[in-house]
């Protein structure tokens, strides 16, 4: 069964800086895509960020690009979720997502995820 476990967000100004990581169960990190979610109350989740197995593509919200990056620590098993210039309305519940073992490939979709943590709030006051 494979676990995700969300840390770190919390409560900033409006153009500060917040992170997230993602622990996740061993080997999950090398053998699937992963991806960073959010749901605000009263919204449905979309897609922030998604990184693929190797980490070495990447694929962006349009209302996030420029501004979040997604990273992974292999041998820890881990993804990062890097925000900068934090806006009032990225305040959400941030959810890490993993696909299926061998699904390499990062999506968009959250039905392509099977794998979710619980989620890290993250507010920005305005």
């Known amino acids: 069964q494979v676990q995700l476990v969300e840390s770190g967000g919390g409560l900033v100004q409006a153009g500060g800086s917040l992170s997230l990581s993602c622990a996740a169960s061993e080997g999950t990190s090398t053998n699937s895509a992963m991806a960073w979610f959010r749901q605000a109350p009263g919204k449905e989740r979309e897609f922030v960020a998604a990184?693929?197995?190797?980490?070495?593509?990447?694929h962006y919200a349009d209302s996030v690009k420029g501004r979040f990056t997604i990273s992974k620590d292999i041998p820890k098993n881990t993804v990062h979720l890097q925000m900068s210039s934090l806006k009032p309305e990225d305040t959400a519940d941030y959810h890490c997502a993993a696909r299926l073992a061998g699904y390499r490939l990062p999506t968009t979709q959250t039905y392509d995820y099977p794998y979710w943590g619980q989620g890290a709030q993250v507010t920005v006051s305005s």
């Open positions: 990184i693929s197995d190797s980490g070495g593509s990447t």
